[in-house]
């Protein structure tokens, strides 16, 4: 199906990401991959081509393209290239800076905006603790007023970028009897005394991603690096989260898509009882109904893109985009291992990582359960 919410404009900067992409970042996946993480100089290079700043604005060193359809397609491509790639580049430029952008003094812009667009600072979203993610409201890392400073105590989990961050937009308790009217968003730079972080946590799939456990222990902070209000963190969040379910939604399908492309290659060339597999009946159906879900999910993933550029998509629907595409992607990438036979199943064939990288979308985000919940609240049951 031809899609329509990307014009001229839109494809001649697609074609520079997948110039970028092809050339500096592909070929140095096996090296990410190695080191579980990205190198510096992948965030600056990025940073040179202007590609973090799409939601930064100019007179800090953004392009703020205010249409989120660039974002869009920056995130097919690196999807494209790697789910990983993807996951960290979106929660660095699309989630955590916009909260600088958004609610930041300018004080705060100007100390932090340049490096962020540049990517010599680099961001994290710390909101999960040990105890819990989906039940955001009861988190429990907390600070505490002590003169003219608050003292941050307290440990965050599963944080992307999180072992190799600059600058983490952490959600901490001020109010502890006020529940979720009780949570401030911080700034924390990783040199602020008292704060470290775990090892690089061992996951079973997007491995080039950095993912750690952020300790805070008697971080004592200023009123200057309190993002937005005192204990309007929740809400900023929530006004925020359905931004990040999108661009997950887009990460997710462009994914699939690519993966699948290679699969229905990989149909038309490999033989089995002297025909390509592709042309039994059995796997033609299977290649044609992903196919034709690839494109279902895809053209309401646009609709969301599209109504998210014209400042219209509700938080239900960002929900319904997150849940059915990773489910989608999850199912396809499935039928794509199985089509590859024992092939499918090596970790060096990009299906099989493909495979292993797609099952985080299914927890990550707000677990598909959550976004469920809030699509049957709006049903009013
Ligand atoms: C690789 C990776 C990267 C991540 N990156 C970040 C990050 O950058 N920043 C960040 O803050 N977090 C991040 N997360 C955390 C992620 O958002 C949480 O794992 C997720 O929100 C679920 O929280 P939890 O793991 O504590 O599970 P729990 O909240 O303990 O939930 C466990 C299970 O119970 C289900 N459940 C919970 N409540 C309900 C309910 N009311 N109804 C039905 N089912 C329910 C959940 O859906 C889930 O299946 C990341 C996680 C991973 C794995």
């Known amino acids: 199906m031809r899609r329509s919410i990307f014009g001229d404009d839109h494809e001649s900067f697609r074609s520079s990401c997948r110039a970028f992409l092809d050339k500096n970042v592909a070929p140095h996946i096996e090296t990410y991959i190695a080191e579980k993480g990205l190198p510096r100089e992948f965030w600056t290079s990025a940073?040179?081509?202007?590609?973090?700043?799409?939601?930064?604005?100019?007179?800090?060193g953004g392009s703020e393209a205010g249409d989120f359809r660039f974002n869009a397609v920056f995130a097919e491509e690196?999807?494209?290239?790697?789910?990983?790639?993807?996951?960290?580049?979106?929660?660095?430029?699309?989630?955590?800076?916009?909260?600088?952008?958004?609610?930041?003094?300018?004080?705060?812009?100007?100390?932090?905006?340049?490096?962020c667009a540049s990517g010599e600072i680099l961001t994290a979203i710390a909101m999960t603790e040990p105890g819990g993610g989906s039940d955001l409201a009861a988190l429990k890392t907390t600070a505490v007023r002590d003169g003219d400073e608050w003292v941050i105590n307290g440990s965050k989990t599963f944080i992307t970028n999180g072992y190799s961050a600059d600058l983490i937009v952490?959600?901490?308790?001020?109010?502890?009897?006020?529940?979720?009217?009780?949570?401030?968003?911080?700034?924390?730079?990783?040199?602020?005394?008292?704060?470290?972080?775990?090892?690089?946590?061992?996951?079973?799939?997007?491995?080039?991603?950095?993912?750690?456990?952020?300790?805070?222990?008697?971080?004592?902070?200023?009123?200057?690096?309190?993002?937005?209000?005192?204990?309007?963190?929740?809400?900023?969040?929530?006004?925020?989260?359905?931004?990040?379910?999108?661009?997950?939604?887009?990460?997710?399908?462009?994914h699939a898509k690519q993966?699948?492309?290679?699969?229905?290659?990989?149909?038309?060339?490999?033989?089995?009882?002297?025909?390509?597999?592709?042309?039994?009946?059995?796997?033609?159906?299977?290649?044609?109904?992903?196919?034709?879900?690839?494109?279902?999910?895809?053209?309401?993933?646009?609709?969301?893109?599209?109504?998210?550029?014209?400042?219209?998509?509700?938080?239900?629907?960002?929900?319904?985009?997150?849940?059915?595409?990773?489910?989608?992607?999850?199912?396809?990438?499935?039928?794509?291992?199985q089509i590859h036979g024992g092939y499918g199943f090596m970790n060096e064939y990009r299906v099989a990582r493909a495979w292993r990288d797609a099952r985080v979308t299914r927890i990550w985000a707000g677990s598909n359960e959550i976004m469920k919940m809030l699509v049957g609240r709006d049903l009013g049951l």
């Not at 040179?48 to 800090?60: D, H």
């Not at 902070?221 to 937005?228: K, M, P, Q, S, T």
């Not at 290679?262 to 009946?281: D, L, N």
Request: charged residues 25%; aromatic residues 6%; contains cysteine.
């Open 47 to 60: 940073g040179e081509q202007g590609l973090l700043g799409l939601e930064i604005p100019e007179e800090f």
């Open 259 to 337: 993966i699948l492309a290679e699969t229905i290659q990989y149909a038309k060339e490999r033989q089995a009882f002297g025909q390509p597999i592709g042309s039994f009946q059995h796997n033609q159906f299977l290649l044609a109904e992903q196919t034709t879900a690839i494109e279902v999910a895809e053209a309401y993933v646009d609709a969301a893109v599209a109504a998210h550029s014209d400042k219209e998509l509700s938080s239900v629907d960002a929900a319904k985009a997150k849940f059915w595409s990773s489910d989608v992607q999850n199912t396809v990438l499935d039928h794509c291992v």
């Open 170 to 254: 952490t959600a901490v308790r001020t109010s502890p009897e006020k529940g979720a009217k009780g949570i401030t968003l911080f700034g924390i730079e990783a040199t602020d005394p008292g704060f470290s972080r775990g090892r690089k946590l061992d996951k079973v799939g997007q491995t080039e991603s950095d993912t750690a456990e952020l300790f805070f222990e008697n971080v004592r902070l200023g009123d200057d690096r309190v993002i937005g209000e005192v204990d309007r963190g929740f809400i900023a969040m929530m006004e925020r989260l359905p931004q990040e379910r999108l661009i997950v939604a887009v990460a997710n399908v462009a």
């Open 78 to 115: 690196l999807s494209r290239v790697s789910a990983a790639l993807s996951s960290c580049v979106s929660i660095h430029a699309d989630i955590a800076v916009p909260y600088i952008v958004d609610l930041g003094t300018q004080e705060q812009k100007e100390r932090w905006l340049p490096g």
